[in-house]
């Protein structure tokens, strides 16, 4: 026999639920962040920031790793934003829905998927021993970028087909080229949404640690050029927090890793606002 | 054929081998990977690498079976931890909370994605482990503190994903239910959660993909003892922390045999991510 619930009442139940699950979430994100804050903005100053790591670590700043971290990002964004504007480029301008177009989509949502791990493998073995790169900025910037590809292709794609088509029917009338179309009128009107995909993607790149650490290696110098190894914030923050080497300095480098991560998110969804305010 | 003509003929064809970008990395990832680790599977046979409990590297024993389960036990908790809260979470934004509140939750949702995956971990290690160590009992580092760290770590990837299926459900479905008197959780559970079944579903593979791969996180809290975990308060390894546990210093067949877990780790993840294309790909009719 079936018990009969009058549905408000279930409603009222289901409704509770879901929102304390809700609640749970909110709160799990709120608590690391002001946790990390808390514990590590004390630890935070001037000279925190300008000068570099001693004994490994154990004192001083994280001055060299900030380097590390703004010269591989910028690296890896340079090497990977051609690619990924070309790709959305031809996937909504040069070509219709084919098998061609399926397959680059289906390559793409696969590289996304691949752990970062298997990146570092792969640098690793391609750029470091292979290729004879060492571990240097230049191997781990290749390797970063292959994994932020596909996220500025999808927000690329994303951005570039939002544009009306009015945009594009006016500028043939006027007599220009597919590829002057392309140039002036809808990239420039796309940028704002392909520049979030640019800054997820170096939130990505600041955030990772396991495809960089074997690939850019862990060497607290200063790099002087594309084949110095170099530390980045996270790899840094990893090591001191996994070898004890010193909690404070830890809990230092983790808050301006999640004010870094913060700033970068706010950025990327205050300019998709706009973008979608303007288009949609 | 003039000159305009011609330029745009060799721009469509530079396009086109930029597009192709994505899937010629996938290719090259593919062959290194596979080219570094399958010899010394092939050389000890499969059998011995996937079935075998003893994994010392140092006496050229490489069974990856108890890594194998680590990642399978860690994953389902994962999933069990972060399926129900991911899944209220995509509900309550789509259809219980007014425009307002999801214009600022959903932002906020988001943020989860961006914390590095070592700053997981280290909370991980400073709460979640000595909470579990002092009242749980066992050494803390555990197949429970990683699967509720990961459990987090996948709520992203459900959470975004179920809402775009939940709003691609097309608005008449609601309105017709809630016009035969359906109440809005009725209308969730009958109408709206079946027409958004193949996403969904989808969103949950994609974040087993997630928990598979995460590797940093893992590490810092899982133990990594590579036995094969007895109770859900002992150390586990995974597949990706025995890679990069062991990267730093493997040589020669060691470091082959750490590709060879990126074989399986890697095939274990195309599988994956092939099941969720198919079953988004399936339109709801």
């Known amino acids: 026999m079936r018990i009969y619930i009058d549905p408000k009442i279930e409603q009222r139940f289901f409704r509770a639920v879901l929102w304390l699950f809700t609640g749970v979430t909110v709160f799990i994100l709120f608590f690391i962040i002001f946790y990390v804050l808390k514990r590590g903005l004390p630890v935070v100053s001037l000279g925190f920031l300008t000068k570099n790591p001693v004994e490994m670590g154990k004192a001083g700043g994280i001055f060299s790793t900030i380097v590390g971290t703004v010269a591989l990002t910028v690296l890896a964004i340079l090497i990977a934003t051609p690619l990924g504007v070309g790709s959305a480029i031809y996937l909504t301008e ?187 | 054929m003039n000159r305009l003509e011609r330029n745009e003929k060799l721009t469509r064809l530079a396009l086109l081998l930029v597009a192709f970008s994505a899937v010629s990395i996938l290719l090259v990832i593919t062959i290194f990977i596979f080219g570094e680790g399958t010899p010394v599977m092939f050389r000890y046979g499969l059998q011995k690498f996937l079935f075998s409990l003893d994994w010392f590297p140092l006496e050229k024993s490489y069974g990856l079976l108890p890594m194998i389960i680590g990642s399978l036990f860690v994953t389902a908790g994962a999933l069990v931890i972060g399926v129900p809260l991911g899944l209220a979470c995509a509900i309550v934004l789509t259809e219980f909370s007014s425009k307002r509140l999801r214009r600022i939750l959903k932002p906020i949702i988001e943020l989860l994605a961006g914390i590095p995956s070592v700053v997981y971990g280290f909370i991980g290690v400073v709460i979640l482990v000595p909470f579990i160590r002092d009242n749980l009992g066992g050494p803390g580092l555990s197949v429970l503190a990683a699967s509720i760290i990961l459990g987090i770590m996948i709520l992203p990837t459900i959470i975004s994903i179920s809402i775009d299926s939940l709003e691609a459900v097309p608005r008449t479905y609601r309105e017709g239910s809630i016009a035969l008197g359906a109440t809005r959780w009725q209308t969730t559970r009958m109408v709206m959660f079946p027409a958004a079944k193949s996403g969904i579903i989808a969103s949950i593979i994609l974040g087993m993909g997630r928990a598979i791969g995460e590797t940093m996180a893992v590490i810092m809290i899982a133990g990594n003892a590579a036995t094969i975990p007895r109770s859900l308060l002992d150390p586990v390894r995974t597949l990706t922390s025995n890679i990069a546990l062991e990267m730093g210093y493997a040589a020669g067949e060691h470091r082959e045999a750490l590709f060879a877990t990126g074989v399986i780790l890697f095939i274990i993840i195309m599988v994956l991510n092939t099941i969720a294309n198919l079953t988004s790909k399936r339109r709801t009719p």
């Open chain 1, 94 to 280: 040069y070509t219709r829905e084919n098998w061609v177009t399926r397959v680059i989509r289906f390559g793409s949502e696969c590289l996304a998927g691949i752990p970062s791990i298997i990146f570092g493998l792969f640098g690793f073995i391609l750029f470091v021993t292979k290729l004879g790169l060492g571990w240097s900025l230049l191997s781990g910037s290749l390797t970063l970028a292959f994994m932020i590809l596909p996220t500025i292709i999808r927000t690329s794609e994303e951005a570039i087909r939002s544009v009306p088509y009015a945009y594009r029917e006016v500028s043939f009338s006027l007599g220009s080229t597919k590829w002057q179309t392309v140039t002036r009128v809808v990239l420039p009107s796309a940028l704002p949404g392909i520049a979030t995909g640019v800054i997820l993607g170096v939130g990505r790149s600041i955030g990772e640690t396991a495809a960089v650490i074997f690939t850019a290696g862990s060497s607290l110098h200063i790099p002087t050029s594309l084949f110095s190894s170099s530390r980045t914030m996270s790899v840094h923050f990893y090591i001191l927090a996994r070898e004890g080497i010193s909690m404070a300095n830890a809990y230092g480098t983790a808050a301006v890793l999640i004010i870094a991560i913060l700033v970068i998110n706010v950025l990327a969804y205050t300019l998709m606002n706009k973008f979608m305010r303007k288009y949609c």
